[in-house]
């Protein structure tokens, strides 16, 4: 099989043809049509195994992940997702592993309803680069900036699970079988919040998906808005799974450093939070205040009153 | 340095302020403003460090190329280049080496007049994946399926010199030094024909870069179009450099299977060639016909009357 062929059969993955696709896989460039009235997002991302993934990871994992965190992106912008382009790096032809990455693919791909309108293969260490393509109406402007001193810190959801889940799949922290499930679920297969972001058009003053980690994301925040944040450890909200670790030093690591949970995080105005909640909550999110903005820069968090300490802020690649 | 300071310092370039770029660098996703009446036409592609180019190419190069490769696909489809996004992995962080990329990719990137709007770094063997974005009008509609029988092959340059240029930085290819310049030169930064594939806007039948080769890109054309093609060798342009070579065996696979020429093979109506010449020498280009499409399907070359063969059609990955 060839390139071009690998690419036909396994990526040409349509979600019932979206008329805003002139032209697909196939040609040199895809074209597309952009709606009157809306504004383009994307967001590149690659993972690369080993890295952002552990080697062993069934194909369909993979393509699920590399799709969500490159999705998640956008439900940042509160953008509309539309299509993606698909580069991808493989050490050798496996038919199984590309059908199962094939399965993977169409079912998230279905799911959020996008295309994948573009590809690219070669041989080498396996690796996975994506574009995401999505609308954003012209009066919709989320972006990490726009963070005002006195305006609360929100979360979509539970923090921490996709680290726990890491841990599960290395061997390094034992639990029972349900509890392993839900964080191994939650680490491989996360579900970015579209319609949280989108939700929040008009209502948040900066958003950012929390994939870095927590006190990491809330820091770029901090860091684009030019303003501090405080947050409080016992409103950071855990999945009932989370609440079972004993090992507390171990938890609190993975909920505020361990990434890759996709959840939202942003600022709103303490005025607007019912109003935040009320649209979140019908689209099946939530709306956890964790923390408030400053006007001193830096981003604390007490615990019982007292300031926590951290080694790390997240993970970074350098 | 950590990821987001590399990408702040050496991949936000930025040429002279395009007012699409309502987001660039910087946040999840870059936000971005296609005009009314255009279409987005976007194309991927990744080169892996051994695979696309030599491991000891200096980065400066590297980046022109990455970025020359990606235009090259919105000549293909006569776009107007607007915008890309990098993602790269790096095996460590090398001043010297991200700063002499950075030189190359501000100098193409300027030529261009287009923007890096988002980028993405992490740690792992050398690859540059980047995706190009450019406008079409809605009236334009280029791509490898329109070719009809009796119409004319055309190239818009010489080919041959890129795959010549890679067999002398090989040390394959003894030539000399002012040759061996000519030929490294259209190896190591060619210029994507971009004018050339605005100029054939509402022309040319079918377009392609050639990029695998050009047989193989012929080929393209012809399965995508459902037609034949028969080419004659006599009438494929070659280089003054490409003149001198002797090895006539070597010369014939560089300039039928060599690829990376990123000149443009299209199509045209001979009824309109006269009028496409003059379209394209108005920007500097050559429109040179190498032959005819025909009713039966495959590629044939002639040399003399006689059908040449060939033991490989263009490079293939898998």
């Known amino acids: 099989m060839n390139e071009f062929e690998i690419i036909d059969r396994y990526f040409a993955v349509d979600s019932g043809k979206r008329k805003d696709v002139l032209k697909g896989i196939g040609d040199d460039c895809a074209l597309l049509k952009v709606p009157r009235g809306q504004r383009l997002a994307v967001s590149m991302d690659t993972l690369i195994s080993g ?187 855990l999945s009932a799974a989370a609440q079972t670790i004993d090992d507390k030093i171990l938890l609190k690591k993975a909920v505020l450093s361990g990434g890759d949970d996709y959840e939202l995080c942003f600022t709103v105005n303490e005025d607007d939070l019912e109003a935040t909640r009320h649209a979140l909550e019908t689209v099946g999110n939530e709306c956890i205040p964790i923390g408030r903005l400053t006007g001193k820069s830096g981003v604390k968090i007490l615990d019982n009153k007292q300031e926590m300490t951290f080694d790390e802020l997240g993970y970074t690649h350098f």
């Open 51 to 237: 890295v952002h993934f552990l080697p062993e990871t069934n194909a369909a994992d993979v393509a699920h992940k590399a799709v969500a965190v490159n999705l998640s992106d956008l439900s940042a912008a509160g953008a509309e997702p539309a299509w993606i382009t698909l580069s991808m790096t493989l050490p050798e032809y496996n038919e199984d592993w590309l059908e199962s990455f094939h399965i993977g693919l169409k079912r998230i791909v279905n799911f959020f309803g996008v295309q994948v309108v573009g590809g690219d293969t070669c041989r080498g260490p396996l690796s996975i680069t994506i574009q995401a393509h999505g609308f954003v109406p012209e009066t919709v402007f989320h972006t990490r900036s726009g963070a005002q001193p006195g305006q609360l810190i929100c979360v979509t959801g539970p923090i921490g699970d996709a680290a726990l889940g890491l841990k599960v799949a290395q061997n390094e922290l034992q639990v029972p079988p349900n509890v392993a499930s839900q964080l191994l679920k939650k680490y491989f297969t996360p579900y970015p919040k579209i319609a949280a972001g989108i939700a929040l058009r008009g209502r948040a003053s900066a958003v950012i998906d929390i994939s870095d980690g927590l006190l990491a994301d809330v820091f770029h925040i901090s860091e684009s808005s030019n303003v501090g944040a405080l947050l409080r450890w016992d409103k950071i909200p």
